[in-house]
């Protein structure tokens, strides 16, 4: 089976996630979940907040929440380049909790449109970072 296997590299903004061989990837993007296999056509895709789930060989499917980025594949090789990468065990629940809270009372006090969008994305990366740890507790 180990030509359904084909290169994958992550990198966040200030640092590796993972180098080496994967058997499936799945990133999301702003139509969905889009899913990555061995012998994929070349492609560029943007990548949306939300949860990567990736197989490493002869392991079980793993998750982790990732900001926005992109996924170049060419001849075989993925590079997949987000600002940032989480493994659900890196992430503090209780401080995505917090900044969830935060972000709701500065959506409700109807401050500028820029703390608006800003807040608004802090909800959603903190809500991907919660349901990472949520989705990797089901698997």
């Known amino acids: ?19 080496g061989e994967m058997e499936s990837l799945v990133v999301p993007t702003i139509d969905g979940e889009y899913g990555i296999q061995a012998r994929h056509r070349n492609l560029v ?6 949860i990567m ?4 060989p002869n392991e079980e499917m793993k998750t982790a929440s990732v900001s926005e980025g ?33 972000a709701r009372e500065i959506m409700l006090q109807k401050r500028s449109l820029q703390e608006y969008y800003s807040a608004e994305a802090t909800l959603r990366r903190s809500m991907v970072r919660l349901r990472a740890i949520k989705d990797q507790s089901i698997n």
């Open 45 to 50: 895709i943007a990548i949306v907040p939300g």
């Open 70 to 102: 992109m996924v170049r594949i060419e001849d075989g090789d993925v590079l997949v380049l987000v600002n940032t990468a989480e493994r659900p065990e890196e992430i503090d629940a209780e401080r995505a909790k917090a900044r969830i809270e935060e």
């Open 1 to 19: 089976m180990l030509h359904n296997l084909f290169k994958v590299r992550i990198y966040e903004a200030d640092s590796p996630f993972y180098e």
């Open 53 to 56: 789930k990736y197989r490493l």
